[in-house]
T-cell receptor, first 115, second 114 residues
Framework: AQSVAQPEDQVNVAEGNPLTVKCTYSVSGNPYLFWYVQYPNRGLQFLLKYITGDNLVKGSYGFEAEFNKSQTSFHLKKPSALVSDSALYFCAVRVPNQAGTALIFGKGTTLSVSS | NAGVTQTPKFQVLKTGQSMTLQCAQDMNHEYMSWYRQDPGMGLRLIHYSVGAGITDQGEVPNGYNVSRSTTEDFPLRLLSAAPSQTSVYFC?????????????FGSGTRLTVV
């Protein structure tokens, strides 16, 4: 079955430290991978995507993600965390359906950055 | 402002009542979809549409109906509300059905069924 997993429910980091939010996937064919962020009482916002090309993808707010085909991972990273980065992060993967494709989402990881 | 607009933002229903969650986008997006978000379960796809007049079921379609009479609007109907439908509902749209351009999400509707 095609799926995406976020193994950590919560990640805690101190402000200024690097952060990593993990994501692994299982899909047939070449994966299209996405990261979204959700702030409290808001909808999801697109951060970045991997379609093809360079394995290191840069996105909004200083975030980046590294695609690793051998480990089927797409971890989200940031060199220096900010308190304002505290939010719920979702990894998503494109899967085929009757209409062509749809996005399926992981369960989400809460990132908490302390000052 | 361009984007996806969902109404209402909050709603409380009694078991058995029906209602329609509204979703409208002004970006001329072809693809629209409805997700529900439940704690610890992420987002699950309810229904989607690839254009006016074309809809199909997602992962959790039972108890919900949709229609797409125009490109802009994609309402979600709860036929007979049940407590299990208590959730936060998100509408999302995309320029293309393949997801290459990412999805634009509305701000959500928080529904409580008592």
């Amino acid at each position: 079955a095609q799926s995406v997993a976020q193994p950590e429910d919560q990640v805690n980091v101190a402000e200024g430290n690097p952060l990593t939010v993990k994501c692994t996937y299982s899909v047939s064919g070449n994966p299209y991978l996405f990261w979204y962020v959700q702030y409290p009482n808001r909808g999801l916002q697109f951060l970045l995507k991997y379609i093809t090309g360079d394995n290191l993808v840069k996105g909004s707010y200083g975030f980046e993600a590294e695609f690793n085909k051998s480990q089927t991972s797409f971890h989200l990273k940031k060199p220096s965390a900010l308190v304002s980065d505290s939010a719920l992060y979702f990894c998503a993967v494109r899967v085929p359906n009757q209409a062509g494709t749809a996005l399926i989402f992981g369960k989400g990881t809460t990132l908490s950055v302390s000052s | 402002n361009a984007g996806v607009t969902q109404t209402p933002k909050f709603q409380v229903l009694k078991t058995g009542q029906s209602m329609t969650l509204q979703c409208a986008q002004d970006m001329n997006h072809e693809y629209m979809s409805w997700y529900r978000q439940d704690p610890g379960m992420g987002l699950r796809l309810i229904h989607y549409s690839v254009g006016a007049g074309i809809t199909d079921q997602g992962e959790v379609p039972n108890g919900y109906n949709v229609s797409r009479s125009t490109t802009e609007d994609f309402p979600l109907r709860l036929l007979s509300a049940a407590p299990s439908q208590t959730s936060v509902y998100f509408c999302a749209s995309s320029y293309s059905r393949d997801g290459n351009y990412g999805y634009t999400f509305g701000s959500g509707t928080r529904l409580t069924v008592v």
